[in-house]
């Protein structure tokens, strides 16, 4: 099965996503956990360039592109031989942050967006995904505090409510897919919101 965490900045993705794969594989999963940009190394060099916090001249299109071929390298090295071979895949983001970043956020067509994906990740959508939810000023406070702060998290913070409301659309377009997750409970109320969404969804399958 291949489950990704959505969310705005902040939202807590990174830091549940490590206890969530380890309940997993206590309940006998085989769990396979993935970032977005990165997962390989082609696509860990491409993050590089997006994070940089000097490339502020780095214009939407490129930004998009970037984004397509690191995960088009992560999707065909990695998720499909991980598919194939059984493994649960946790997913730090995935293809519904081009969406929300680059489309709600800036502006871009999301019909275009939807089929440069589909070209990227020749077709491969979640199974499940998981959007932690939390209000852009909140989110971003929490990065600000937390002390990584990258070339994204420098836009603007009606760029980051722009996002966030993409989310809720795209959650609210395709429901049987996404589950809402609120991001500012205590960590340990939205872990086992996330591990309640994710054991429904494995136990039916």
Known sequence: M??????PE????????NPLADDLRQRGFSVLTLREPGGTEISEQVRTVLMNLSNTAMHPRTEI?????????????????ALAGGQ???????????????????GHDLDVLRNLLNFATGGLWPDLTLLLDIAAESGL???????????????????????????????????QRWEIIPADNPFE?????????????????
């Not at 592109?65 to 031989?81: D, G, H, Y």
């Open 88 to 106: 649960v895949i946790l997913c730090d983001r995935y293809a519904d942050s081009t969406l929300a970043y680059q489309g709600y956020g800036h």
């Open 65 to 81: 592109l970037l984004f397509l071929a690191a995960r088009a390298q992560l999707v065909e090295e990695v998720i499909r031989p």
């Open 2 to 7: 291949f489950i990704t965490l959505e969310g």
């Open 141 to 175: 406070k929490r990065k600000l505090s937390g002390g990584e702060w990258n070339r994204l998290d420098a836009y603007t913070q009606a760029f980051h409510q722009r996002v966030r409301q993409g989310y809720l659309q795209l959650a609210g377009s395709e429901p």
């Open 10 to 17: 902040g939202s807590g993705k990174t830091s549940q996503i």
């Open 189 to 205: 109320m939205v872990q086992s919101a996330l591990r309640q969404a994710i054991l429904a969804k494995l136990t039916v399958r």
